[in-house]
């Protein structure tokens, strides 16, 4: 399919998940009205929640928006037939014209368009104080579902009530928390990627159609998540039946999971090996001309190597069920407790390693073009034994966190994996090495969530120092005087760092966090841990 025709298809796409949208959202309005006896004042956050999805599939449907972050050109801008209606115009309109005009048929001198121009210092800084609104608002709510879904699985578990009324209240905090992900996923996800790109004005190629399909997804899932957490909802749908067939077929499924799991650690560990092995000969034999940097990516290497290394021998699995929370190792020598421990320090060292090669990558390349004592701090030797010191002290700080905070070790949560584990992993999880985490008792979950803040705030504060970096450098380039050649050079070095610091964004601290949430609302994913999107880190890296 050629770019040209994307325009149509977007539009074609919007109108169809509008139309999906209103079917699923209008069946569940007619669950409600059959059910609603059964369910009580709650139908009406259902309503509403149904009323606000319809609303955005319609107003989505009727603008069909596209973002473009790239070189001098920022904006949000839309790609229906009917753009044209809205007379208004503004400074970047022309070099977005000719960028995206002939590509989606659309004339964007006179369309409505949303623009920011990160060339204007005025613009940029009203710009950045918007995006750190929207951010703030946005952590705030976050913050007080994690509070309320944190309180309600405690007050489920120490309560006394009936176990009809406490699986109730479950399937609720399950719909709840699935309601919370799917827009988080499907709609702000996109648009911090959004943000980041306007700020460092990057060009991320293909990636905004994708973004724009996933905006429409967000009402679709929503009834769907509804209906199938809500048990009146679902029996009215689907009448009961027997699920022993299901059962077994879903036991015969999961068996050859550990095997499969280990073939592709292997797999994942070997190709890591071969792209890094790739790179190193790639630097050595052009280190002439990438001067120091070529010890960044030297470093970055060595980081992707020991990480491989260390997840293909510990081969870590993790889950969060009703009581039961925790790490282990479904490897077939998971009974050898110090070789599983010593991969999995291994493994939780490189864990904060690629965030902290990604942050002095980026304050390397900002000391460069803006502070000289920036690059002392890799060059001296005496700076860079202090920055060693710190660094040591940082990690020994990470590892008593991770160790003796974040996770404990509960003879009972253990008790509670060997029962669900043991044969289907062929491992004794009473003796073999895990890190659990006892929510019911108070003084662990305590620690576990002072730990999670810390690890938050830390890698909050790494984020921050990249992407205050990457503008600076950004802005640097475009003011600074300085040969189109170099300017090129410093462009693709921070496109490359950009897509460095994504890689590991997407793949590794995202799982994480989702497994920190589920944790902590005691929440069965059921077979999303086994998903191994977080193996491609081990690849990926490289490919940049």
Request: glycine share 6%; with cysteine.
């Amino acid at each position: 399919m050629n770019l040209v025709s994307f325009g149509t298809v977007y539009s074609w796409f919007c109108c169809c998940t509008c139309v999906v949208s209103c079917l699923f959202n209008g069946l569940l309005i007619w669950i409600v009205q059959q059910r609603r006896a059964g369910i009580g004042f709650y139908r009406f956050f259902t309503l509403a929640t149904v009323l606000v999805g319809v609303s955005y599939s319609f107003a989505l449907a009727g603008s069909q928006p596209l973002w473009y972050a790239g070189h001098g050109i920022l904006g949000f801008f839309s790609i229906a037939p009917w753009n044209g209606n809205i007379k208004i115009t503004r400074k970047l309109r022309k070099m977005i014209n000719s960028k995206v005009s002939a590509e989606y048929a659309v004339d964007l001198m006179s369309s409505y368009v949303l623009i920011v121009d990160i060339n204007d210092e005025f613009e940029a800084t009203r710009s950045i104080i918007g995006a750190l609104v929207v951010i703030v608002i946005m952590q705030i709510q976050i913050v007080m579902m994690f509070y309320c879904g944190f309180k309600i699985h405690i007050t489920v578990g120490v309560r006394t009530m009936s176990h009809r009324m406490k699986q109730i209240h479950q399937n609720a905090l399950k719909m709840m928390i699935s309601q919370a992900l799917n827009p988080m996923l499907f709609l702000y996800a996109p648009v911090f990627i959004n943000l980041f790109g306007m700020f460092v004005d990057v060009d991320f190629g293909q990636l905004p159609k994708i973004i724009a399909m996933s905006f429409s997804l967000f009402p679709i899932f929503n009834p769907l998540i509804v209906i199938y957490f809500t048990q009146e909802y679902k029996r009215f749908i689907f009448p009961r039946r027997s699920s022993t067939i299901h059962l077994n077929t879903k036991i015969g499924r999961e068996m050859s999971f550990a095997t499969i799991d280990k073939w592709f650690c292997f797999i994942a560990c070997l190709t890591s090996f071969i792209f890094n092995g790739l790179l190193i000969y790639i630097v050595y034999k052009k280190r002439a001309g990438i001067g120091f940097y070529r010890y960044f990516t030297q470093a970055t290497v060595m980081i992707g190597v020991l990480y491989s290394i260390a997840f293909a021998i510990s081969q870590p699995f993790w889950y969060a069920g009703p009581g039961i929370l925790g790490f282990f190792s479904i490897a077939p020598w998971n009974d050898r407790t110090m070789l599983i421990r010593i991969s999995f320090q291994f493994w939780f060292t490189t864990f904060v390693l690629i965030m902290l090669s990604m942050s002095a990558s980026f304050l390397y390349r900002y000391g460069l073009l803006c502070s000289p004592f920036i690059v002392s701090l890799f060059k001296r030797p005496s700076r860079l034994a202090i920055l060693a010191i710190f660094l040591l002290v940082f990690m020994v700080c990470w590892m008593y966190n991770t160790n003796y905070m974040l996770f404990g070790d509960s003879r009972t949560v253990r008790w509670k994996m060997q029962i669900k584990f043991s044969s289907e992993y062929k491992l004794d999880l009473l003796s073999s090495y895990a890190l659990t985490v006892d929510i019911n008792d108070p003084i662990s979950a305590k620690h576990s969530i002072i730990s999670t803040v810390i690890i938050t705030i830390g890698f909050q504060l790494l984020i921050s120092v990249m992407v205050y970096c990457g503008y600076s450098i950004h802005k640097t380039v475009k003011i600074r005087t300085m040969s189109d050649r170099l300017k090129r050079i410093h462009g693709r070095a921070l496109n490359m760092m950009i897509s460095q610091a994504l890689n590991p964004l997407l793949f590794l601290y995202t799982p994480a966090v989702i497994n920190l949430f589920g944790m902590f609302v005691d929440r069965d994913f059921g077979d999303l841990p086994k998903v191994p999107i977080i193996h491609f880190l081990l690849i990926l890296d490289k490919e940049y």
